[in-house]
């Protein structure tokens, strides 16, 4: 079965431009989440969504948001980016989150801004 | 807050040998899962084993131990026979209640060597 598939995998954007990433679930699953990656800061939680709403929000400005349509698949939108907003973006995907059912995560998307 | 703490930022070891990663985390929950992941050079997060808190038991996967101290709020990870695909960052997370269940709290994570 096909893996969490994550879109672009690479992505240069100028400072103040908006953005938008995307990440395909693996079929059936409802959950997906969506991480930040840098290596001043780790691996911190931006939202996850759950059968379309956002069950959980991370500390992240409003320039962050989400969305998730039926099918299940998740975009990430920033808007007015910034320097520190280069990062790995990662989403994971599982049926209803990770406390009782196995997540996967999809091999990121590299953002760079300039 | 919730936090997760991994103190060693860099381990070695020597193939075939054993190696213990450290994890201690903060919370007032009694039901959470806790996990092991590793992010080898590619960057495709693994799971390498899980622990679910209420489960005296120790986790294991092959190779892979964990050694679960609830009251010390404390999840190590012990790698047997240690082979070179091992090498890679190792991340220790936990995960709250249903209502949280997507929300991941990493530690700052663990970057493994292994010597041949």
């Known amino acids: 079965k096909a893996g969490v598939t994550q879109t672009p995998r690479y992505l240069i954007k100028t400072r103040g431009q908006q953005v938008t990433l995307s990440c395909s679930p693996i079929?059936?699953?409802?959950?997906v989440s969506w991480y930040q990656q840098t290596p001043g800061q780790g691996l911190q939680f931006l939202f996850e969504?759950?059968?379309?709403?956002?069950?959980n929000k991370g500390n992240f400005p409003g320039r962050f948001s989400g969305r998730q349509f039926s099918n299940s698949r998740s975009e990430m939108n920033v808007s007015t980016l910034e320097l520190g907003d280069s990062a790995l973006y990662l989403c994971?995907?599982?049926?209803?989150?990770?406390?009782?059912?196995?997540?996967?995560f999809g091999q990121g998307t590299r953002l760079t801004v300039v | 807050a919730q936090t997760v703490t991994q103190s060693q930022p860099e381990m070695s070891v020597q193939e075939a040998e054993t190696v213990t990663l450290s994890c201690t985390y903060d919370?007032?929950?009694?039901?959470?899962?806790l996990f092991w992941y590793k992010q080898p050079p590619s960057r495709q997060m693994i799971l390498v084993i899980r622990?679910?808190?209420?489960?005296?038991q120790n986790a294991t996967e092959n190779r892979f131990s964990v050694n679960f101290q609830k009251a010390a709020k404390s999840f190590s990870l012990k790698i047997s026979d240690s082979q070179l695909g091992d090498a890679a960052m190792y991340f220790c997370?936990?995960?709250?209640?249903?209502?949280?269940?997507?929300?991941?709290?990493f530690g700052q994570g663990t970057e493994l060597s292994v010597k041949p």
């Open positions: 994971a995907s599982s049926s209803e989150g990770f406390h009782n059912t196995e997540a996967f």
């Open positions: 079929s059936g699953h409802r959950s």
């Open positions: 969504y759950f059968s379309e709403t956002q069950r």
């Open positions: 919370t007032s929950e009694s039901d959470y899962y």
């Open positions: 622990q679910e808190a209420y489960k005296q």
């Open positions: 997370a936990k995960v709250g209640s249903y209502n949280q269940g997507g929300k991941l709290i």
